[in-house]
């Protein structure tokens, strides 16, 4: 059974940092793709940072060169190193795997980041 369970959300001040894990079971993390989305409150979820099974990492224009996608092999989960931090950065963020064999999507239930001084 594959899960995904994120971690690492919280309440900073803006220019802070989180770090935002994801712990994926029933996979390894070598062998998916995966991408970071969030959403706010009244708008549609939108893709953060994506990086594929090759580690070849994308970003939206909003975070690029603020966040950082990475695969943790040891640990087996993916993160999300956020710097800079804005109070537009304030939303859920979920998690996505799928198989680098399969169609099959997998999203984990999401963690909050509010961004608030």
């Known amino acids: 059974q594959v899960q995904l369970v994120e971690s690492g959300g919280g309440l900073v001040h803006p220019g802070g940092s989180l770090r935002l894990s994801c712990a994926v079971s029933?996979?390894?993390?070598?062998?998916?793709?995966t991408n970071w989305y969030r959403q706010a409150p009244g708008k549609e979820r939108e893709l953060v940072a994506s990086?594929?099974?090759?580690?070849?990492?994308g970003y939206a224009d909003a975070v690029k060169g603020r966040f950082t996608i990475s695969k943790n092999h040891a640990a087996n989960t993916v993160d999300l190193q956020m710097n800079n931090l804005k109070p537009e950065d304030s939303a859920v963020y979920y998690c996505?795997?799928?198989?680098?064999?399969?169609?099959?999507?997998?999203w984990g239930l999401g963690t909050q980041v509010t961004v608030s001084s």
């Open positions: 990086l594929a099974t090759a580690d070849v990492a």
């Open positions: 029933g996979l390894r993390v070598k062998d998916i793709e």
């Open positions: 996505y795997a799928r198989p680098a064999w399969s169609m099959a999507k997998y």
